[in-house]
């Protein structure tokens, strides 16, 4: 899983190069349709082959010679893929590179000058970095997130330190309460339990902060009154990266657990880019550092003077060949790339046909 800076240096070292691009669809799992992602993606190179041999043949030699490639790395899966799909890029001499992607894709095999980068951005969104932080009122764990992986890094419990007196008399009176040889406990106990809850809320604080570092959002699985205590102890900085993963699951599968914390990823990048995106709509027009719509968008790209675009969900997955122009340039003139969906990318579509872009200098 390429992250924005793998993604733009994989670009850049192919971008004047012929390569063949394949996108995979791995997501059939009847097992009577085990190979149909094998047929199809023949089928769909057969088509290419021969439409290049009809208009450019010398372009047909080297896209089958490419595509020779693609089909050597995918021997080894005689059944279904193990991912929901697959992108390979090879040029006539080698395979450039190939993954496994854990989102579906439509299948695509193309030929042309740089690899297809637009497609893969969704892609990119799930590559960031991510704390996910698991806790109720007796234990927690605190999990690492990045590039598709989920590690556990921590884990606490409280440890309760209040015990009876050996050989003190346990005494209940009418009403229920505990005390020993007539003097009530049950306040003791409590402040002792409240004390160790502390002890623990404060070593997860400690692993959250030296976990962060500068950029690190935080998603909290916890109780409501848990997680205020929780973000209450923190800092200022990290407060504002605080995403409510909603109540804590000690139970989830791996499975579960990793979608959970892909979420979470999701949930930070809308609120990220959602927040760019106004910054950009509140400083338009002359001397400002921010552009919306196609033709402004593209034409400070080429300028160089984008220090992010952002381009909607909405248009990469239905307009794929137009956002390709765009995505080029971003990654050859190094801009950040950034895909908005949910109520940034409906914004997006309103207020600037689905582009916008946060300038460096004004234009």
């Known amino acids: 899983m390429l992250d924005s800076r793998e993604l733009r240096d994989l670009y850049r070292r192919l971008a004047a190069t012929p390569v063949a691009t394949v996108f995979l669809d791995g997501s059939q799992r009847d097992p009577a349709e085990r190979t149909a992602w094998r047929r199809a993606y023949q089928s769909e190179r057969d088509h290419l082959l021969s439409r290049l041999k009809l208009t450019r043949p010398a372009d047909a030699v080297a896209a089958e010679a490419s595509l020779k490639h693609i089909g050597e790395s995918l021997r080894p899966h005689e059944g279904f893929l193990p991912s929901p799909s697959w992108v390979g890029v090879a040029s006539p001499e080698r395979l450039e590179w190939a993954e496994q992607i854990p989102i579906p894709f439509d299948l695509s095999v193309t030929w042309g000058t740089g690899p297809l980068v637009a497609p893969y951005l969704p892609v990119v969104g799930l590559a960031d970095s991510l704390l996910m932080v698991v806790v109720d009122h007796t234990r927690g764990e605190l999990y690492a997130y990045k590039k598709g992986e989920l590690t556990l890094k921590d884990t606490f419990e409280v440890e309760e330190t209040f015990e009876v007196p050996v050989g003190v008399g346990v005494i209940k009176s009418a009403g229920g309460t505990t005390g020993f040889r007539g003097f009530p406990a049950k306040d003791d106990a409590q402040g002792a339990l409240a004390a160790d809850r502390e002890r623990m809320f404060e070593a997860v604080r400690a692993s959250i902060s030296r976990r962060a570092g500068e950029d690190r ?135 600037g046909q689905g582009f916008a872009g946060h300038l460096r200098f004004a234009i």
Do not use: Y
């Open 217 to 351: 959002w935080i998603l909290v699985c916890a109780p409501p009154d848990v997680q205020t205590s929780l973000s209450r102890g923190l800092g200022p900085d990290l407060q504002t990266r605080v995403l409510d993963g909603g109540s804590p699951d000690f139970s989830l599968s791996d499975f579960d657990r990793l979608g959970l914390a892909r979420e979470g990823v999701r949930q930070a990048r809308q609120r990220r880019d959602g927040a760019l995106l106004d910054q950009i709509l509140n400083d338009l027009g002359p001397g400002g550092r921010g552009v919306t719509g196609r033709q402004d968008t593209l034409k400070a790209l080429s300028q160089d003077a984008t220090g992010a675009l952002l381009v909607s969900e909405t248009m990469v997955r239905t307009e794929s060949h137009a956002v390709e122009p765009f995505v080029r340039e971003a990654l050859r003139s190094g801009a950040d790339v950034r895909l908005c969906d949910g109520a940034a990318g409906d914004l997006l579509m309103q207020k």
